[in-house]
């Protein structure tokens, strides 16, 4: 069975600061790698995902995320925050066997920007 | 093009009522999937749907709980003699390659 581990349960920044969020995982099998982002009453947006190849992933919005097989971990970066980017964020793996594709969630990091 | 759609957006009811929640998947994907989110539990794999498949129920917390998608499309959540504890965000997603695309959820209260 996977598990995946967020080990900040908020993260306070101020803006134009950078952000880092930890996401670890294990599995005994090879994963997919997501991350979502949920803005207040809001459901989940997918921010960016690693299926294969580079893994180094970006997204449109300025964050990255770079999968490390080694460190199983697929933690995510922005170099310079904004008060939009205030959200709680889940990291998400499915394993590549499973053909259903269902999804275990991080317990989500809280980013609270401030000015 | 239309994303995922879930209706209602809230709903309140008291203890021991019936409720269904409905999802309507974007068009052409083939898998469906619902989640919970509670704030003592995160979010929760609840069932998933494939095509004609039968569906992974393997999340599904209690009997009182079951889902059908007719058509291959818009699919809906049943909780019979709701509790108190089944108050929760429920997700619908759907999927046509591996990622999964979300809609807004609906906000279920149990009183």
């Known amino acids: 069975a996977q598990s995946v581990t967020q080990l900040d349960s908020q993260v306070p920044v101020f803006e134009e600061a950078p952000v880092e969020l930890r996401c670890n995982y294990s599995?005994?099998?090879?994963?997919?790698l997501f991350w979502y982002v949920q803005y207040p009453n809001q459901g989940l947006q997918l921010l960016l995902k690693y299926l294969s190849g580079s893994t180094l992933v970006e997204s449109i919005n300025g964050f990255e995320a770079e999968f490390n097989k080694s460190q199983t971990s697929f933690h995510l970066r922005k170099p310079s925050v904004h008060i939009s980017d205030t959200a709680e964020y889940f990291c998400a793996v499915s394993e590549t066997t499973d053909s259903w594709g269902k999804l275990q969630f991080g317990a989500g990091t809280q980013v609270v920007v401030t000015p | 093009g239309a994303g995922v759609s879930q209706s209602p957006s809230n709903k309140v009811t008291e203890k021991g009522k019936d409720v269904e929640l409905r999802c309507d998947p974007i068009?052409?994907?083939?898998?469906l999937y619902w989640y919970r989110q509670s704030l003592g539990q995160g979010l929760e794999f609840l069932i998933y749907?494939?095509?004609?498949?039968?569906?992974?129920k393997s999340g599904l917390p209690s009997d009182r709980f079951s889902a059908e998608r007719t058509g291959g499309s818009v699919s809906t959540l049943t909780i019979q003699r709701t509790q108190q504890e089944d108050s929760a965000v429920y997700l619908c997603a759907s999927s046509g390659a591996r990622v999964q695309y979300f809609g807004p959820g609906t906000r279920l209260t149990v009183t």
């Open positions: 068009s052409g994907h083939t898998a």
């Open positions: 749907f494939q095509g004609n498949s039968a569906p992974d």
């Open positions: 599995s005994s099998v090879s994963v997919y």
